[in-house]
């Protein structure tokens, strides 16, 4: 039953905090940064809820390698993966252009997540 509360706990998680993301990219006046590094929080909480009973810092690092993997990936220029990046959720999912600062707000966000994470396991 407690991996089900922890994959529920994650899950919500995720869910808030891609909300967060959407939003900060709808609010005129926030930094883009700001919504890179919550969807560097997002993509560290799904990994928990896939890893769950690993340990943070495995989940962390995935994190980590997943994020720059899609950021890398904008330097590929095909057609057909433009064609994906100019939709939505394509835009959402996989972004627009390559930035190494990119890299270090989704370190960033993964350090915030992290934290979180490890301040509430150490409250149970």
């Not at 998680?13 to 883009?32: E, H, N, Y």
Request: hydrophobic share 50%; aromatic share 16%; with cysteine.
């Amino acid at each position: 039953m407690m991996l089900k509360n922890n994959q529920l706990y994650y899950f919500t998680l995720t869910i808030i905090v891609m909300i967060m993301g959407v939003i900060s990219r709808k609010i005129d006046g926030v930094p883009t940064f700001i919504g890179d590094g919550l969807y560097a929080c997002m993509i560290y909480f799904g990994m928990r809820i896939l890893f769950v009973n690993s340990n943070t810092k495995k989940a962390a690092i995935l994190a980590l390698l997943f994020c720059f993997v899609i950021e890398l990936q904008q330097l590929y220029r095909a057609d057909w993966i433009l064609a994906i990046r100019n939709t939505t959720l394509g835009h959402y999912v996989l972004g627009q252009g390559f930035l190494w600062s990119d890299l270090c707000f989704y370190t960033f966000g993964i350090a915030i997540a992290f934290a979180i994470d490890l301040r509430s396991l150490n409250r149970n």
